[in-house]
């Protein structure tokens, strides 16, 4: 309040969260041929990822020995060579 009152070219502006989206793809660093992924999404955006994961996940045989997590990490593959 004061800084804005005597000084206001001195008054910072918190950048919106919004503006800060983004998706990284990088290399592991200790497993080679195995990468990490991550981010800032819109919600709605991350919300249909991880359903569009979860369904893809649970589409395989049910006798299928991968745990979730494993499957969810290889629908990745399937949505990226959509």
């Known amino acids: 309040m ?11 502006v918190t950048p919106l969260v919004e503006d800060s989206r983004y998706v990284e793809v990088e290399p592991h ?6 990468a ?3 981010g800032v999404l819109d919600a709605a955006d991350a919300e249909a990822i ?3 994961l979860d369904m ?7 006798n299928d020995p ?3 997590r494993q499957r969810r990490a290889e629908a990745t593959g399937a949505l990226g060579r959509l």
Not at 2 to 12: F, I, L, N, S, Y
Not at 56 to 62: G, H, K, L, R
């Open 50 to 52: 991880d359903q569009r």
């Open 56 to 62: 893809i996940a649970e589409s395989v045989c049910p």
């Open 29 to 34: 660093p200790n497993a080679a041929g195995m």
């Open 66 to 68: 991968r745990s979730k």
């Open 2 to 12: 004061w800084v804005a009152e005597h000084d206001p070219a001195g008054v910072r």
């Open 36 to 38: 990490l992924i991550g």
